[in-house]
């Protein structure tokens, strides 16, 4: 569960970008976060993990008190948290099954990380996460041999490799065309149903958003001005 209670974020040139947030996300749910660029989505679900630090109230994950958390217990934390981008963030010139490990390069002593090597068992699970994704015929191509939608799954198995709770994606579909962009979206469904990952997506696609999230939040200037069911958003957006 993730509990945000009155948070706010200031930046340090003064911006606020978060006003008394108030939102619960239930285990499970799949919750897309839409508004207008600029309105606060990105700093909204990058406070969940720490990327960055709120200003005001309270943020809790899972009964966990974000902004208490030091050191190796935020790297700890952020293994419950898989986060997706916008831009994949792989390493292009290497191949998918290496991408995907690099999951486990924070639990590896440094030497491992260092050298590439890996677990068997790591391996293993690399592949079966490269699986649940469909790309397992991949796993030693290159990156940059693969398609947008294909090195957004590459991301995707990267991050269900660490066995997350919680997944938080930024625009994951906003460079990818709107086929491909549904295929990816219907990745995102099954894992949320399949494997009960709780996600919270931005998207500035509002039919997306309709189409796959069951919950909609609205923000506008730092604010939530709407939360409800995707099915009762029809009067609203
Ligand atoms: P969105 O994801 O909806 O486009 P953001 O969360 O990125 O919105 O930004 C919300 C507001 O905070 C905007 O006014 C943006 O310019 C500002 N902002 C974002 N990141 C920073 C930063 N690192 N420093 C200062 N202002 C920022
Ligand atoms: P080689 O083919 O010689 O192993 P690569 O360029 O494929 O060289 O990889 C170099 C090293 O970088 C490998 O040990 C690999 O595990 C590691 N690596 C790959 N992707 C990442 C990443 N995203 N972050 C950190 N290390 C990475």
């Not at 200031?10 to 499970?28: H, M, R, S, W």
């Not at 309105?39 to 902004?67: P, Q, Y």
């Not at 998207?203 to 409800?228: K, N, T």
């Amino acid at each position: 569960m993730i509990e945000f209670k009155d948070v706010e974020k200031i930046y340090p040139n003064g911006t606020q970008a978060l006003k008394d947030i108030n939102v619960t996300i239930e285990k499970g749910e799949f919750v897309a976060v839409i508004g207008l660029s600029g309105a606060g989505k990105s700093t909204f679900i990058r406070c969940i993990n720490r990327m960055h630090d709120t200003t005001g109230g309270e943020l809790f994950v899972d009964n966990i008190n974000v902004g208490a958390l030091k050191g190796s217990a935020i790297r700890r934390f952020r293994r419950k948290v898989g986060m997706i981008f916008q831009s994949f963030n792989l390493v292009n010139r290497t191949t998918v099954i290496k991408n995907v490990l690099v999951a486990f390069a924070p639990d590896n002593p440094f030497w491992r990380t260092f050298l590439g090597v890996y677990t068997k068992k790591q391996k293993l699970q690399a592949l079966e996460a490269l699986e649940q994704v469909g790309i397992l015929d991949k796993a030693y191509t290159r990156v940059d041999q693969l398609s947008g939608g294909q090195q957004q799954r590459v991301a995707l198995a990267r991050t269900l490799a660490q066995k997350p709770d919680i997944i938080l994606a930024d625009e994951p579909v906003a460079s990818l065309d709107p086929i491909t962009s549904k295929r990816v979206m219907n990745d995102f469904t099954k894992i949320n149903k399949d494997m009960n990952i709780t996600i919270l997506m931005n998207i500035h696609h509002v039919d997306m958003a309709l189409e796959y999230a069951d919950r909609i939040i609205g923000i506008r200037a730092g604010e939530v001005v709407f939360d409800g069911k995707a099915s009762s958003v029809d009067d609203v957006v």
